[in-house]
């Protein structure tokens, strides 16, 4: 892989993870509400398994693409790179929702 595009993958991805991290501090300060607790009340656990999920699917994007770079006789563009990382990224998110789906129909 080129040097420039190496840093620009790393530069996408560290404002990826800014952006995603102020995403999820706003959303979780925006649902939680200050109150008193009580000592008999059960805890309620945050959901973090959607965001998770669709992090996994990047992340396996991500590691499929790393694995495609290693063998030089494939000469893969960037285009297919970014493609790669957005349909894993996109069936995370499909899995993330049946999961959701479950969990609301459970309740």
Do not use: R
Request: glycine content about 10%.
């Amino acid at each position: 892989m080129e040097k420039e595009t190496m840093v620009a993958l790393i530069c996408l991805g560290f404002f990826t993870m800014i952006v995603l991290s102020i995403y999820f501090i706003m959303k979780y300060k925006t649902l939680m509400q200050p109150k008193v607790y009580d000592i008999n009340e059960k805890i309620e656990k945050s959901d973090w398994q959607k965001p998770g999920i669709v992090m996994l699917g990047t992340g396996i994007g991500a590691l499929i693409v790393g694995i495609l770079n290693t063998f030089q006789s494939l000469n893969i563009n960037g285009v297919i790179v970014v493609g790669v990382i957005v349909i894993s990224t996109g069936i995370g998110l499909i899995v993330a929702q049946q999961f959701d789906k479950k969990d609301s129909i459970e309740e």
